[in-house]
């Protein structure tokens, strides 16, 4: 990743006005953050959907298992999860483990010098000064990218790694799903021009937000924005779509895009931002799936969901084939760990091994 701007050059507020483009020429290291999805290349998410392939495949065996605890055997990560987490953290958690990183954790502020009035700043300074690297999810927007640049600025400089900030970027996951949609169309061209369909509550999903972005790196894709209108994407997405000749469609009629997708990316109601419950007052009957609908989809296409699910996908589909969120919610190991591996410099030690790696 070539560095070609430096985050303790310029001041927060300067930082901070830059639009998301500009910002991401900031986060490619060292220290190599990854904070924003518009900080990647095609060319990045590329390297890292084949390193994670490798890292999973070196896994299978014992010794290549074994190999792989020793590369990141001198690292700790700290992960500071002020939000509610499953997979993410598991996955982060995991990703850590195969790659020998000792891992500390905070999941709840309430469980740390926070609640003696810590600023969040002062919080992330401590956890720096035990870690060489800081896993975080945070209800801030943009909170992860003024933690980079804190620390920039301190004489412990450290890996950043967002794992979901505010309503706003949730960029590990983005790479998770690119991998999943390269590992699905990989014997039919790949993600080129092909049709994705978002659909749910676009407005306060952050995993649409960073998808929709690294999409952009793709020749021919076609994404539809499927929500009630309340809950459609919001403008500034569109407008970067806009800036990079991507086509897009925005409509609340479900039925008539399923035959288009090849692959159907749901999501559930974000209600956790909701100020006074007002999405519960909102007809989302008619953006779920179920068995009824199975006829009307490609039988090449694929469901995905960043889960966790409410009602948007029927359990009555989770066989069929198509239904992909489980094998999607494991991807998110491989690539956390090829990402990992990648942020300390040390994937060439795991290209090598696997160049003279058998696998089974
Ligand atoms: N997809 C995702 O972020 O899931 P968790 O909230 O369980 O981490």
Redesign the pocket.
Known sequence: MGNTKKLNEISWQDFNALSLVEKGIYFQGPPAHTLIAQQFSRKQLEELCTLATKIKRISKRREGARFLKTLLSDKRAMLYFA?????????HNAACQILGLDTMDVRDSKTSSEVKGESPEDTIRTFSSYADMIIM?HPVGGFAERVAWMLSNTNRVIPVLN??SGADQ?PT?ALLDIYTLERSFEESGGIDGKNIVFVGDLARGR?VRSLAWLLTLYNGVKIYFVAPKSLQIGADVLELLDATGTKYEVTDNFLQVMPQADALYMTRIQDEWDAESESSTIDTSAFSIEAKHMDMLKETAVIMH???RRKEISTDIDNDPRAIYWRQ?RN?MWIRAALILTTFGRQDEANLYYANYKPE
């Open positions: 939000q509610p987490s499953s997979r993410t953290y598991l996955s999810r794992a979901g949730h996951q995993t960043p889960l966790p919610m998110g």
